[in-house]
């Protein structure tokens, strides 16, 4: 099993180049967690000792399991779907005939809209860093860059030096797939980075000169204290930890400012495809989620601002006085 499942990796690496966040994900989701059993370890338990062996009765089993430990429909689907991508591999392989996952089907999840921040809350947001600290004009151009251009935080964290073009405000961004895209940012995005490019980053305790490094300097535009590229993990800590001095109550993650991004965009009137195109996605109804928080937005705008929309008691009161 274990060098079969080598093999799927690599392949996941090699043929469709997913990010190596992608994969964590479906080891996980194969392997298991240290909480949550994985695909694996529950059929060994069963006596089942390898994959290919396994039927549609048995991958009900293991998501009825998943349901009895209170995962919920959002991590069963994904869960789902990395299992139907490996069954996929065996097929593909000739190692099965059958594949088990042809009559499975994902958990029906209940449609969410993406949580964002108000114009409000990403003003104060973005003012929080001290603008004459090195790290806090570092934390300010990454702030202003998740805002402005809707990147994810893979990109962020992925992102060189040369992928910037500030004279244009254009960013060449590897996305999804390796899959290449241009994104643009504003004014405010560009100074943020022009300052922390050519006045903090080289203050940044100094790179130091490994192997791991290949004896170079690393062209990652965000850097951490020992010089090395700044994680997501670290992205979203810091992102956390302004969110809170921003007085903002709620947990703030970087995808909520790709969602704020999108939503603001929207609600400015942009058009539906260029926001699409911009964010890097491959289908155009995954963009429109986006529509339904800008109509939620005006009927809220709306209901706030026009006289006859008020509640009655509030309109009585005016009349009142």
């Not at 994902?106 to 809350?121: A, G, H, I, Q, V």
């Amino acid at each position: 099993m274990q060098n079969l499942f080598q093999r799927y990796i690599a392949y996941l690496e090699a043929e469709r180049n997913f990010s190596p966040y992608t994969i964590r994900n479906y080891v996980t989701d194969l392997k298991g967690s240290k909480n949550i059993q994985g695909l694996f370890p529950f059929l060994q338990e069963k006596g089942i000792g390898s994959p290919e062996k396994a039927d549609r009765f048995d991958i009900r089993d293991y998501l009825a399991y998943l349901a009895e430990q209170k995962v919920v429909k959002a991590s069963i689907a994904r869960k789902v779907s990395s299992i139907r991508s490996f069954y996929k591999y065996l097929e593909r392989e000739g190692i099965i005939t059958t594949n088990p996952m042809q009559y499975v089907s994902s958990p029906k999840l209940d449609r969410r809209l993406p949580s964002f921040l108000t114009n409000t809350e990403i003003i104060r947001l973005l003012n929080v860093p001290d603008a004459e600290d090195p790290y806090g004009r570092r934390d300010r151009a990454f702030l202003e860059l998740l805002y402005a251009s809707g990147l994810r935080v893979s990109e962020l964290a992925s992102l060189k030096l040369d992928q910037i073009n500030l004279e244009t405000r254009e960013i060449r961004v590897i996305g999804k797939g390796s899959k290449e895209r241009v994104v643009l940012m504003g004014e405010p995005a560009a100074k943020a980075l022009q300052v922390y490019i050519y006045e903090a980053r080289d203050l940044i305790p100094k790179i130091r000169l490994t192997s791991r490094t290949n004896k170079k300097k690393t062209k990652a535009v965000f850097i951490n204290h020992e010089g090395f590229p700044l994680t997501e993990r670290s992205v979203q800590e810091i992102l956390q930890k302004y969110a809170d001095k921003a007085g903002i109550g709620k947990k703030v993650h970087p995808h909520m400012l790709r969602h704020t991004f999108a939503t603001h965009m929207l609600d400015g009137g942009a058009d539906l495809r260029v926001v699409q195109e911009l964010l890097g996605h491959a289908d155009l109804s995954t963009t429109q989620i986006y529509t339904h928080i800008s109509k939620s937005q005006a009927k809220k705008v709306y209901l706030s601002a026009h006289p006859m929309a008020r509640e009655t008691d509030d309109m009585d009161k005016g009349e009142d006085e």
